[in-house]
DNA sequence: CGATAGTTTGACACAGCTCAATAGGCGTGG
DNA sequence: CCACGCCTATTGAGCTGTGTCAAACTATCG
């Protein structure tokens, strides 16, 4: 009976239905059919804070969505020094297609929940269904972009600027339903100072030391380390110096 | 009689007959009547030194591949401080398909001589050959990844790392036909100690001391402020960090 | 041969790093 | 419920790598 629902709704299995990749992310490129076969080899499943998605070096055999929760990408120097190269939100999609191994360590920043699927399944996929190259072309220009303007913020921001946009970064991202018009945001930081800081290629003392700044300054109010008050979203955007 | 000459060679164009990117980049995706089309609506031009190729917030109405020469991708603050977000060698593809505007600045670093062909006429192709979204795809990636590399440089090099890492970039991209085993590599920087400040997030000074150090220490030879000799690639490749 | 643009070198200042101590939050166990 | 320990974050003091400002040097070109 299940099987049957979940079949005959508009052909859009149950596992999607309420997904928010099959709109905004990658699976929105498929046909009905097409998502169904991807849909029977997916799996729905949590990655606890803190856990590896993905090693450095490692053989990549599933894709995933991201459904919930914030997922780094970082890279390490022998030394162990660390650089966080990008953050990815819901419903981004997680995977280098055309290589097999990954040059990137992905590991959940938060509990993250996911929808993962054989990349096998996923490649053969974009051969017969060329929307789906589509997508992945978007989601991977996107990115450049994203990446290219944090090169700016590393390499030409100072460090208070770099910690208010940092700030920017995730009120952005973090919900992305909130009205763009509205001036108060407030949002869980998804990272340690730690992690804030091999993002912004500083030391977790300046992070720290740059965030009293802006709450003495009275720009942001933060109760139990994570949770930060925006009162007028234009002064923190007036702090990150673009 | 050119004409004829040109068609019946295979089908390729005289336009394309040597050029780089019908083997190594997008335009190996096209099929000959294709590659016809698009060359028939291209044409070769040289950009001089310095000058833009495409401005911040301006309208994108061609495409380009780099066929000789180096471009580089700035951006700027709005005070002025600028960071070079990436280099593109030959046979690089130049432009932002799906959006109208760059966000971005290309700017000739050396001569560069590029093959040029209307956004529509390449847009059009992309529907109706998946393998060119696939090239572009491809190369997408090879820049984000390029990109992800070059954050970790930003973010947690030393400025002694970070001209090395330059170094080890410029020899590696500006000759591709050199044999990566040669211990021994000399090529001509295509930027000025400016430009390389402006892509390694420091002043020109400190590059500046930076090179003469590495040069007091032998590790390379700088004639004419432009040439440089490496006699051991792996001495500059130990200085890089990574 | 002088003008111009790019580069190097020097002296000093300061942003951000290092090291160290303190404070706060939270779960565990008595 | 408090005491304890652990982990994360904050704060302080001093140091250092890189930036700033200024001057000298070098190549190129009319």
Redesign the pocket.
Known sequence: MELRKDIHSDGIPLLCESCQARHRGVCGALEPEQLIALAKASHKHVVKE?EELIGDAERIDVYSNVLSGVVKLTKTLSDGRQQIVGLQFAPDFLGRPFRKESSINAEAATDVSLCSFPKATMDRMMQEQPGLEHRLLQQALIELDDARDWMVTLGR??????VASFLMLIARNIDPSRDPERRAVTFD?P???????DF?????????????RL??DNVIR?????HVFVDDIRRLEARAGN
Chains 1, 2 share one sequence.
Do not use: C, F, M, P
């Open positions: 803190g921001k100072t460090a208070a600027e770099k930081l990272l340690t100072r730690a992690d804030i800081a912004l290629g500083l030391t977790i003392e300046t992070v720290s030391r740059q965030l009293t709450r003495t933060i109760e139990n380390n994570r």
